[in-house]
């Protein structure tokens, strides 16, 4: 029965029967069941990938159903992980799937990645493919990398058979770029990168073609060009779980994430200082009376300017550069330290793209 | 002549997916000063390439006529 469902890839002389048993003995992650997970986990579980791990915190939300193909109408409101598990296991009961409904932290990453073989990258920030790259370089485990922008879309394997990272691409974790929500983008873009990836997962397990690893894939969909450029790799920051630690951990204890609905209290109120670490250029600007700006770049030369005995709720435009920032005032021994998750961004959102606050 | 490749947000910035720059004995550095002056690429990171190849050294690097440069932003939407 199992053999006759995957007849027409096992009389592949490329797959045949071992591969079809490669195929069932692999355990892949799908962090995100976005667009991209909406276009990896059919192809993978219809394929007959063994056990599938699915993580996303995310309920489904009514401007999703343009990408997120997998889930229905009368589906809206419901968690992301329990529909995307039902779907897989409606089209294909012999996939073990496991739900996290859970948001990726430095603190669960490492004992979930060890669970599986593959990490695929369904993610919409670059904050957290950082940290897949970062606990993937920690434990040894290769991740498909996927993102989109508006029409073009990046395809590349990552820390596969001790080839290059993601930062080996993109060294520095202060960059910024749009997601789909900000940028806009059609639901096919993000379904081509999804297959691209789930493609790239398949080569990887049959151990057929030539996979992405030490490339960076860019696809135009507008113009159907796609160009791959060769990426060599550079020292690893992270090789062990130590150093991970060290990195992520030892800094997180060290302050508490707050909401942008959480960070109104914190305006005017003469005993917090409110940090933008921003470019002067960078806004909308947040007006008030105990807010100062001092440039990520300027921030080791300035710490004078800050007051340590007050409560430091630190902002930038998306909730990275203040990551950065804090790294550097737990360093130089601030205490009482607040990081806005998802910056001027998040608060510009929820004040419906008003400028915000007043002194 | 020098070719530039523009990707995501950069092609967005510089309104235009590739360009030819005159080619005078240029180092890369010189090259991305003059287009990042030129489309105001300041407020987006990116990653630069000469032939298909990434560049981790681009202070130090040297280009050649007909180089093809690209300059690639991360992208984050999924």
New interface residues.
Partial sequence: MESKRYNRQIILSEVGESGQEKLKQTKVLII?L????AAILPYLAAAGIGEIGLLDDDVIDVSNLQRQVIYKTTAIGNQKVAEAAKMASELNPHVVINTVAERLSSKNAIALFNQYDIIV??????NT?YLINDVCCAINKPFVY?????F???VAVFNYKNGPSYR?????D???????NE?G?MGIS?GIIGMFQANEVLKMVLGIGQTLSGK?L?YNML?NEQ??????K?EFLITDNEAFDEKYNSTESAFDTISAIALEQYINDENSLLLDVR?P??VPKLIASNCIAIPLSELPSKLDLIDATKTIVVFCQSGIRSKKAIEILVKADFKKLLNVAGGMNAINKIKNNEVVFTS | MITVKY???I??QANV?EEMVLFAEQSLVDLIQAVTTKHNF????Y?V?VN???I?DVATYDLQSNDVV?L???????
């Fill in positions: 995100g976005g667009g991209l997970g990258d369904g993610t919409d920030n670059l493919k996927g993102s989109v922008y508006k073009e879309g990046q080996c691409v993109f060294p520095e202060n960059a910024t770029a749009a997601s789909c940028a983008v993000v960076l860019v113009t160009q791959k450029f060769n990426v060599s550079k470019n250029e960078e | 990707f995501g947000a092609a967005a997916a300041d407020t987006v990171s990653s390439a298909h190849e990434l981790q690209a690639l932003p991360p992208f984050a939407g999924g």
